[in-house]
């Protein structure tokens, strides 16, 4: 009797030890399992995320040129191996050859207006953001000979003043200005962006312009600035998109990302736009 009880203790015994060892191993199968899976989706996750490589190209407006020329380098030194070319100019042109065609990875306007031209084209990527504002300013020769203190002494008889053309967001925002203060202006040059209009004043071709603060700033002592009340009523807002049929789109979205970075920002309001 005493036997029989024992060798049913020893088999119980026996049974429960097996147990409690299929049921480890099932548990380390589990846990490789587990462990393989976690190792594969994180080299799925770290696979999945593109490298930044190659050429992307800009196409800006012409006021941008200082500001994305330090971000361009930014760009750069963040992602090794890559090289930003930049398109400045009038928005109004950039818009013109994007829709014709030309190749490009992103477009930052200086204003809704010119960027509605490519957006209504269906050549924007997504819905293109507002980055930056700028306002207006009047460039004048250093030291102001001309003692000008106001957009009306502009109108002075005698006086040289270039304007942007009507078609360019500088000029769009002159021309705002001007009919706010009911004044007309008869320049003696448009042209065709803000650089160029700044040139006439630095060259003394023309005894002032109508350009952005910005550019004022870039300008450095060439020029000097006089601010107008009307410039408040005229403040352009800037615009950017990666483009639909761009050649490098990781690259420009990584672009566009460092222009509204907080990096991005501090550079762009250092030269003296306004923020979104």
Do not use: H
């Amino acid at each position: 009797m005493i036997r029989t009880e024992r060798r049913r203790t020893l088999v119980a015994a026996v049974g429960a030890a097996a147990v409690l060892l299929t049921l480890s191993a099932c548990s380390s199968d589990s846990d490789k399992k587990d462990d393989a899976s976690s190792s594969a989706s994180s080299s799925a996750s770290a696979s999945a995320t593109p490298k930044i490589t190659g050429s992307v190209t800009v196409f800006a407006a012409a006021s941008l040129k200082e500001s994305f020329t330090t971000l361009g380098k930014q760009f750069e030194t963040a992602y090794p191996g890559t090289k930003v070319t930049f398109n400045f100019g009038g928005s109004d042109v950039l818009a013109a050859s994007i829709t014709s065609g030309a190749p490009a990875d992103v477009f930052a306007a200086a204003s809704t207006k010119t960027m509605k031209i490519v957006t209504d084209a269906g050549d924007a990527a997504g819905t293109p953001a507002t980055f930056v504002r700028n306002q207006l300013e009047i460039a004048t020769l250093p030291g102001n000979p001309d003692k000008i203190a106001s957009l009306k002494d502009l109108t002075k008889s005698g006086l040289k003043v270039a304007l942007c053309a009507k078609t360019v967001p500088c000029g769009a925002a002159a021309q705002t200005a001007l009919t706010a203060s009911d004044l007309k202006l008869t320049p003696v040059s448009y042209e065709q962006d803000v650089k160029a209009a700044l040139t006439k004043v630095e060259l003394k071709e023309v005894d002032a312009a109508v350009v952005y603060k910005t550019d004022v700033n870039a300008a450095g002592g060439k020029v000097q600035g006089v601010d107008f009340p009307e410039s408040a009523k005229a403040i352009n807002t800037y615009p950017i998109a990666t483009l639909k049929d761009a050649p490098n789109a990781t690259a420009a979205q990584a672009f566009v990302a460092l222009v509204q970075s907080a990096e991005g920002q501090k550079v762009l309001t250092g030269a003296g736009f306004l923020q979104p």
